[in-house]
């Protein structure tokens, strides 16, 4: 499998106070709600105002710290940090999962943004940063398909590998699952991936909702790629006797260059309008379930 690349860089505000607590095992947790807004073209010109709220955590002796800091509602940050996948039984019975951001460090901006109110009391700053940069391998066929407006879209999901070394000095290893979404001419270059291929992803951290079988309300984090690079299987491993592409991946790189750059508002402007429906981080508010996204997750292996 590729050698895993898991990055996010948030620049926004604080949209409520962090908060510090304990799990039942004593680990020290720290959240906040990192809030901001992303401003896009779509293809009939127009610019459109994308909010979004991303929970990020620190967990541990770090998150004791970060909270000596007593950031409050309405500051500045940044938030470093990667794509942290988890997985455990739910109360209800079956399992569950989610993927949220486990910050690195946060740091107060020296300077006080613009700030938008929003329905629930909570503020976001405008304008901010929401980037994400992955390197993983596609770990199904992905499927072109396209929305009754003719737009194309193709979903990705994403074994992105982590591996460190543990106090005793012992080689630790994790897999994180991250679903993908492309769009228009992006998602037709791209839908010659196959499973296995290793790729490289840059996008928006976004949010969609929906209502399960059992209707509940569910949220999930996933990745609105801006631009997708086909990797050669033997160079992404980093081994030193790396092999050349075939032909399939040579050509799906080829193509991702021009169209994902070329095509950059075209690619984000169907989330633009799917936000007026409340199904992507446009149409996620303080006010529209926040509170209960991510879930509660007292039960999860840290």
């Not at 992955?134 to 499927?143: H, Y």
């Given at each position: 499998m590729a050698r895993g690349m898991n990055h996010v860089y948030l620049i926004g505000v604080l949209a409520r106070d962090p908060e510090l607590r304990y799990t039942p095992s004593g680990v020290a947790v720290f959240e906040a709600t990192v809030a901001g807004e992303d401003h896009v073209v779509g293809n009939d010109?127009?610019?459109?105002t994308l909010p979004w709220y991303h929970r990020v955590s620190i967990l541990g002796k770090p998150a004791e710290w970060q909270a000596e800091k007593s950031?409050?509602?309405?500051?500045?940050?940044?938030?470093?940090?990667?794509?942290?996948?988890?997985?455990w039984e739910a109360p209800e019975g079956g399992k569950r999962s989610m993927v949220k951001v486990k910050a690195g460090r946060i740091e107060q901006l020296g300077y006080a943004p613009e700030l938008v109110q929003d329905a629930g009391g909570g503020v976001r700053m405008q304008g901010g940063m929401n980037e994400v940069l992955?390197?993983?391998?596609?770990?199904?066929?992905?499927?072109l398909r396209y929305t009754p407006a003719g737009d194309a879209v193709l979903g990705l999901g994403l074994a992105v590998n982590e591996t460190w070394q543990d106090r005793q000095g012992q080689k630790q290893e994790k897999t994180h699952w991250i679903d993908v979404t492309l769009w228009r001419d992006l998602a037709e270059?791209?839908?010659d991936l196959k499973k296995g291929d290793p790729v490289l992803v840059q996008g928006r951290l976004v949010n969609e909702g929906w209502?399960?079988?059992?209707?509940?309300?569910r949220n999930s984090t996933k990745v609105e790629a801006t631009?997708?690079?086909?990797?050669?299987?033997?160079?992404?491993?980093?081994?030193?006797a790396a092999?050349?592409?075939?032909?399939?991946?040579?050509?799906?790189?080829s193509q991702?260059?021009?169209?994902?750059?070329?095509?950059?508002?075209?690619s984000r402007a169907q989330p633009a309008r799917a936000a007026t429906t409340g199904t992507r981080s446009g149409g996620l508010d303080i006010d529209q379930g926040l509170d209960d996204f991510p879930p509660e997750e007292e039960d999860l292996p840290f």
């Open positions: 010109g127009r610019e459109r950031l409050k509602s309405g500051d500045p940050v940044l938030v470093e940090g990667n794509l942290d996948y988890s997985q992955v390197i993983g391998n596609v770990t199904r066929d992905p499927e270059a791209m839908k209502t399960d079988r059992d209707g509940n309300k631009r997708v690079e086909a990797l050669s299987r033997g160079a992404a491993t980093g081994s030193a092999t050349p592409a075939g032909p399939r991946t040579q050509t799906a790189s991702a260059r021009p169209q994902s750059q070329g095509s950059y508002g075209a």
